[in-house]
Structure formats: structure tokens, C-alpha cells
């Protein structure tokens, strides 16, 4: 009998008891805006904050309205001006190019490795065009941040870091988003912790912070932010930085805090699905599993495999005769955008210049989510649907 697989990719868990009887708490107060709190009271916003920034060990920490807006955000503190170029990685996801664009920028790619990485020597060579990069770890793979800070900072080129898939991961034990000026984090539904929408953003850079924290939409009502940096450092800037507002609510904070307490567990269980879909799919030829390096501590919500130098007719076929056993994979190779998947030349409000070695590393990503709702024993019927679908298809010759 065809093994078939019936769970689906997009269904997370729920929300945790705890979250949802805080939820209901700050509904029954009516108190949802941050900043409508009674005396003695700390917004669960606030607290939220603290709670992140500790978690990374970063200075301060914003509560923000969606991970696009937090990176929005640390641009526009960052200095960056309608009409300038930021250097941004080719393989990501329309939000980081939509950031730029948002602030009147223009997006310049710099390519992948087939670690799915952004290319060093790529970046060393367009450096010099821009004064910020816009760091996304795409799909949870870190690149050796050491060498990459090394190049910025000789350039002098500043990092605002997309963690949307990092939250919870490590570069020899340093915090994902604590290596830039900025970090910055989604709390949408598909990423580490779920809200629905929702944003943080993490520095340890006082001014910066204080610029975010206005143009977030605080009014002159910072000093609530005990994450936040003091008021003298408000004093010249609350007159100087617009209201853009995108703050994070209560209610958001209240569900998001007992997930955040429940990271590291998490990880641990996303890492063990991870471990059964790579053990599952070593050996099968014409398939190449992606190399993690040992200083890389991952988070993996997700899993990547790659179809290199495969026609496109051979992908699509991997990829129908894969969905027809109910597995969903993305391929970053077509030619049109599909759901959230799409091609730096598919951003066609941003002109791009070909990119041959990244097209053909893009061309073979194989992409799929690992909810926790699946289980090690889904993850490896999974495994053995898509060895049988890639083993036919590359004998029938490619
Ligand atoms: C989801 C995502 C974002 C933005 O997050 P939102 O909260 O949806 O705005 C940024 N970068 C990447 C790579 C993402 O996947």
C-alpha cells in the first residue's frame, strides 16, 4: 500500500492554558493599550519586554506590531532615507525587500551559499554600496557571524538582523540578534512564538532605542519602558522623531509570555523532528541535505533539502507526485510566487541583477515547515514519501 501523510503544514499548536487565562485577564480589565495602566500596575507588554531582552541578553527591547515593522522600524532609527540602497540577503521572504522598500529604500541582493547562507564574498564585493545590511536568517540558518560582523565593521556597514526564524538560536552561543545594532523578531503565527502578528525588536544601542521606541508610537509616555533606555536619553529626540505608530498590545503580550517561557523546550522538540527528516533522507541520490556547522545552535521550524542541477520539469514532478502523498513542498525555484514563497527577481519594484550561482542554489530549495503538532513518527513517514518520490523521479533520469 502507498503510504500517504494526512497532517497538515500550516496547523500549529494552541495558544498555552496559561496564555489564554492571561488573555482573558487583560480582556476583563479592558486595559489592552499598553499604555492604559492602572497605578502600580506593569503593562504585560512591559513585562513581555523585560522578559525577552533577558532572554537574549540584550539592553532593551520593543514591543512592535508585526516583525516587518520591527524591521521597518530599526532602519528608519538606523538612519536609513528614501532613495538609499540596503544590502539584503537574495534568499528570503518578501517582507525583508517589502521593509526596505517601506522606508523608500532599494533592496541590493547579495547571494546564497549552498548552506543556504549569504555569500561572504559576495557581500565583501558590494559592500561599499550601502551603509546598512539587512541581515535575514533565512529559514534559521545562521552564517558564521564572526566573519560577517568582521566585514561590516571593517566597512563600517550596520547590521539590523531579521531573526523571523531564529528566535531561541545561537552562533557559539551568542543570541541570534545580538550580534547587529538591531535584532529584530516576528511573533506571527508560523514563527517561534504565536500572536497572531506581533514584533520585537532588541539592541543594546541607547540611542537607536530610544528613536524606535518614539517612532513606535509612544507618545511622551516612554518612561513606561523598563525595557527601555532612560528618560535623558528621550530628551532631544521626543521632539525630533515622528509617530509611526505599531505598538504591541497587552492582549498579544499576555498570550506570548508563557510561550516565551517554553522556548528553549520548544526548540528542543522542533531540533528532534529536525534529526528524524535528516536522518530519513541521507543517502538518496540526486539529493543534497544541507550542512549545519557545529557553532550554528538552530532552532529548526523548518526544514530545507536541495535538488541541485535538476530541471525544472523534474522538481515540479518531485514536487506533485510529493503533494499527491499529502507532503506540501515549496520549491524557491518557480518561475511565478507561490503562497510565501518567492524569488528576489519576483520583487519587481526593486530592479535585481541575475545572480547565476544563487539562481542555481534557489532553483533546487526544497522547503517545508515542521509544525509541533507533527510527531518524530510523521516526520519520518514524511521522510520516507519524499525519498521514494526523489529516487523515482531521478532514476526516470532528470
Ligand atoms: C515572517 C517574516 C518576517 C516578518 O514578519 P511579520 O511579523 O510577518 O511581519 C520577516 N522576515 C522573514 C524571513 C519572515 O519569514
Known amino acids: 500500500m502507498t503510504e500517504r501523510f494526512t497532517g497538515s503544514f500550516t496547523q500549529q499548536e494552541p495558544i498555552p492554558e496559561e496564555g489564554i487565562a492571561a488573555a482573558v485577564r487583560v480582556m476583563q480589565s479592558g486595559r489592552l493599550h499598553r499604555y492604559n495602566t492602572v497605578p502600580g500596575e506593569v503593562a504585560e507588554t512591559v513585562l513581555l519586554e523585560q522578559e525577552f531582552a533577558a532572554s537574549v541578553g540584550a539592553e532593551y527591547c520593543l514591543a512592535v506590531a508585526s516583525g516587518g515593522y520591527a524591521i521597518g522600524t530599526a532602519l528608519r532609527a538606523c538612519g536609513v532615507k528614501p532613495g538609499?540602497?540596503?544590502?539584503?540577503?537574495?534568499?528570503?521572504?518578501a517582507p525583508v525587500p517589502g521593509a526596505i522598500a517601506g522606508v523608500g529604500a532599494v533592496p541590493v541582493y547579495i547571494g546564497v551559499t549552498e548552506e543556504l547562507?549569504?555569500?561572504?564574498?559576495?557581500?565583501?564585493?558590494?559592500?561599499?554600496?550601502?551603509?546598512?545590511?539587512?541581515?535575514?536568517?533565512?529559514?534559521?540558518?545562521?552564517?558564521?557571524?564572526e566573519a560577517l560582523m568582521a566585514l561590516c565593521d571593517a566597512a563600517g556597514v550596520t547590521v539590523v538582523e531579521d531573526c523571523a526564524h531564529t528566535m531561541g538560536a545561537t552562533w557559539n552561543g551568542k543570541p541570534s540578534g545580538t550580534f547587529g545594532r538591531f535584532g529584530c523578531f516576528s511573533t506571527q503565527t508560523?514563527?517561534?512564538?504565536?500572536?497572531?502578528?506581533?514584533?520585537?525588536?532588541?539592541?543594546?544601542?541607547?540611542?537607536?532605542?530610544?528613536?524606535?521606541?518614539?517612532?513606535?508610537?509612544?507618545?511622551?509616555?516612554?518612561?513606561?519602558?523598563?525595557?527601555?533606555?532612560?528618560?535623558?536619553?528621550?530628551?532631544?529626540?521626543?521632539?525630533?522623531?515622528?509617530?509611526?505608530?505599531?505598538?504591541?498590545?497587552?492582549?498579544?503580550?499576555?498570550?506570548?509570555r508563557p510561550q516565551l517561557a517554553d522556548l528553549a523546550a520548544q526548540a528542543g522538540r522542533w531540533n528532534a523532528l529536525y534529526d528524524v527528516m535528516d536522518a530519513g533522507l541521507r543517502d538518496v541520490p540526486g539529493l543534497t541535505l544541507v550542512s549545519r556547522p557545529d557553532a550554528e545552535g538552530f532552532v529548526a521550524s523548518s526544514f530545507q533539502f536541495l535538488l541541485l542541477d535538476w530541471s525544472a520539469a523534474a522538481v515540479a514532478e518531485v514536487q506533485s507526485r510529493c503533494a499527491a502523498r499529502g507532503v506540501e513542498l515549496k520549491w524557491f525555484g518557480g518561475a511565478e510566487p507561490v503562497g510565501f514563497t518567492s524569488r528576489y527577481d519576483s520583487w519587481r519594484y526593486a530592479a535585481s541583477t541575475p545572480m547565476p550561482a544563487s539562481d542555481r542554489v534557489l532553483a533546487g530549495i526544497m522547503d517545508m515547515r515542521l509544525p509541533l503538532t507533527f510527531s518524530t513518527a510523521d516526520c519520518a513517514l514524511i521522510a520516507r514519501i519524499i525519498r521514494a518520490e526523489v529516487s523515482a523521479v531521478w532514476q526516470a533520469g532528470n
Do not use: W
Open 84 to 93: 538609499d540602497r540596503v544590502l539584503t540577503n537574495a534568499f528570503t521572504l
Open 117 to 145: 547562507v549569504i555569500d561572504l564574498d559576495d557581500l565583501a564585493a558590494k559592500l561599499d554600496q550601502a551603509s546598512v545590511l539587512l541581515l535575514s536568517h533565512m529559514r534559521g540558518h545562521l552564517c558564521d557571524m
Open 190 to 256: 508560523y514563527k517561534h512564538i504565536n500572536s497572531g502578528e506581533g514584533g520585537l525588536l532588541i539592541s543594546d544601542d541607547a540611542e537607536g532605542m530610544a528613536r524606535a521606541t518614539m517612532l513606535s508610537g509612544s507618545y511622551m509616555l516612554y518612561t513606561s519602558h523598563a525595557a527601555g533606555p532612560t528618560p535623558e536619553e528621550f530628551a532631544e529626540l521626543r521632539y525630533q522623531t515622528p509617530n509611526i505608530s505599531g505598538r504591541m498590545d497587552n492582549l498579544r503580550a499576555a498570550i506570548l
